[in-house]
């Protein structure tokens, strides 16, 4: 059953069997039939996103940085503005954490704060996954395919290093509440080495991290029906005036926009699991 807030819309979700699962990787299947065209913005998370467009017809338009475009997409990290919609459509959205992304497509630090084609991301071999996707008669299988297909890729690519995996793991672990001198401490290197390290294979700063992994807990508290000022006592924001400037500066809403996101209600149903590396 889907949140009183997706009234305009008719949208079934489907998700994995745990067996089909990946480290860093979760999936979720939509078919939609939105009864007016309409925009839905996106809450920026901890992950990067693959939009696969599976629809026959129709399709999927993202609309970011004034234009309007069809077809498969990746946002990375922070990517600004994005909105999407379109009246019918199936989609397969692939989020990768960090540690993953960086690992499988090997552009991390050019994702961040863009939003780019799945062909220039992943090179030729898009459209193949695209039809092989679209082959596949259910949801069991394309999830089955998918992630066949990123396990294979993973198996090629160099691996994020062993430090760094470990400083992401303990920002998500701590909900963004955490200290790069603690982290660098932890790990035995400088903060300097951390916080080269880090950027150059995640792609955004451990500071950084640590306020969006921060703000992806709060957004998802503010969802749930908690007041700001609880909000921002619970996520580690100095006050409510805070959480109100870092949700603006994140996301472009306020609190009280964030609590009425269609994409966060959404979020238990479509992932219960969030992505870890």
């Keep these: 059953m889907l949140p009183t807030g997706w009234k305009w819309a008719d949208v079934e979700v489907a998700v994995p069997r745990p067996a089909t699962r990946l480290p860093g990787v979760v999936m979720a299947g939509f078919r939609q039939r939105i009864r007016a065209d309409v925009g839905i913005a996106m809450v920026a998370h901890p992950s990067v996103t693959l939009f696969l467009d599976l629809s026959e017809t129709g399709g999927i338009v993202r609309e970011a940085g004034g234009t309007r475009r069809r077809g498969s997409f990746v946002a990375g990290l922070l990517p600004g503005a994005i909105r999407t919609g379109g009246q019918e459509g199936t989609c397969l959205q692939i989020r990768l954490s960090p540690v993953i992304a960086s690992a499988l497509l090997g552009v991390s630090t050019e994702l961040t704060g863009a939003v780019a084609t799945l062909e220039e991301v992943w090179g030729r071999d898009a459209e193949r996954v695209e039809e092989r996707l679209?082959?596949?008669?259910?949801?069991?299988?394309?999830?089955?395919?998918?992630?066949?297909?990123?396990?294979?890729?993973?198996?090629?690519?160099?691996?994020?290093?062993?430090?760094?995996?470990?400083?992401?793991?303990?920002?998500?672990?701590?909900?963004?509440?955490?200290?790069?001198?603690?982290?660098?401490?932890?790990?035995?290197?400088?903060r300097k080495r951390l916080w080269s390290r880090f950027g150059s294979q995640l792609g955004l700063t451990p500071k950084r991290a640590a306020q969006l992994v921060r703000f992806d807990h709060a957004a998802h508290l503010l969802a749930t029906g908690h007041t700001a000022a609880t909000v921002a006592a619970r996520s580690g924001y100095a006050d409510q005036s805070h959480l109100h400037r870092e949700a603006r500066a994140i996301a472009g809403l306020t609190p009280t926009e964030l609590a009425a996101a269609p994409w966060l209600a959404i979020d238990d149903v479509a992932w219960p699991t969030a992505p870890r590396a």
């Design 134 to 190: 679209r082959a596949a008669p259910s949801w069991d299988e394309r999830f089955a395919v998918a992630s066949d297909v990123l396990a294979r890729r993973l198996a090629t690519r160099p691996r994020v290093e062993p430090e760094v995996v470990q400083a992401w793991r303990r920002t998500l672990a701590a909900r963004g509440r955490v200290r790069v001198d603690g982290l660098a401490e932890e790990l035995g290197w400088s």
